[in-house]
């Protein structure tokens, strides 16, 4: 009764967003060294020791087998550096095929979804929104809210992640506040691939 | 920009339990005949002309491609025949690897879980409440409570359906009320495969 045993409930909401999780990864300023415009301030800061904790993703993942989904939560913390909004670091799958959901379940945000040609949609995600994010494009979740941001995410278990593209390259725009509000505009530092 | 015309946002809740959505289902009595225990109950129905509707399915379905994922919402109404409460048909994938991600939004319920050897397993599930539906399972879910049992699920886009084994065994287990409370018996009527 192997198939059985891999049947299980999950709780979505509290502290992890869902519970239990089997991996956590937690991603620090010092983890997106590079990622933000302001690398003046980003540099400051850690030298003054002050290194924020940008995001958290609690997961369930399973077997790297076609047909498989791993679930996961994402939060991000609300902040900015200088006026960018934190963020995660933003990845390509590497199974090019390979699409994402995401449902919102806590705060405001904004999911960034770059083509390989660098053609960027901003789409909002907030509780009971669900953002589907097509095949061979890059994604990254942006905190636009005053509080934390919190979705729950479903991708094929064997899609892979490319996160070393958008390293190199950035997204080719950054979401930014003005008047206190997010708006997204164009990053001068993306190069195209 | 063919990858970015297919992201999309979607609202959870309401009365379709997804919008917008792309393909509406609906399943009344008369399409489960044979499925219910109490099938002189079901004709007696049936030729009163009375033929409730069971549930609904709003799905936004993507091609069969492997690393796309449907997503869609099942509403199942309360009610019972006789002591066995609505369910949906349920079935196995066709492609044996593909599991399934449920979670639920309104209401309470039952996910019946059977392996190929008609080992059952009865999860609950209920708002915030995650199930997984491990690969070659077959799956039926049981609105257990007194209002609309609502669950979203995502599921490979290329799992396919195999109805007709389900057709013809059935479940090894039905869900039926006993002293107020959903209660699961073995099904006499089981056929092993």
């Given at each position: 009764m192997a198939e059985l045993s891999a049947a299980f409930s999950s709780l979505l909401?509290?502290?992890?967003?869902?519970?239990?999780?089997?991996v956590k990864v937690e991603r620090r300023l010092s983890h997106l060294s590079?990622?933000?415009?302001?690398e003046n301030l980003v540099r400051d800061m850690l030298s003054r020791?002050?290194?924020?904790?940008?995001y958290e993703v609690y997961e369930s993942p399973q077997p790297e087998v076609d047909g498989l989904l791993n679930i996961g939560c994402t939060i991000i913390y609300p902040g900015k550096i200088g006026c960018e909004y934190f963020f995660t670091k933003g990845h390509f799958h590497k199974k090019r095929s390979a699409c994402e959901v995401y449902i919102g379940m806590e705060g405001e945000g904004l999911i960034l979804i770059q083509n390989r040609d660098g053609k960027v949609d901003g789409m909002e995600i907030r509780p009971n929104v669900l953002v589907f994010i097509p095949p061979d494009t890059a994604h990254r979740s942006v905190n636009t809210g005053k509080g934390r941001l919190v979705f729950f995410a479903v991708y094929?278990?064997?899609?892979?992640?490319?996160?070393e593209t958008i390293e190199r390259t950035g997204f080719a725009k950054v979401v930014v506040e003005r008047d206190d509000r997010p708006v997204l505009e164009d990053n001068p530092e993306y190069r195209r691939v």
């Open positions: 909401g509290g502290a992890t967003g869902i519970s239990p999780y089997r590079g990622y933000f415009q302001d020791r002050s290194d924020p904790k940008i094929p278990s064997d899609a892979g992640h490319d996160y």
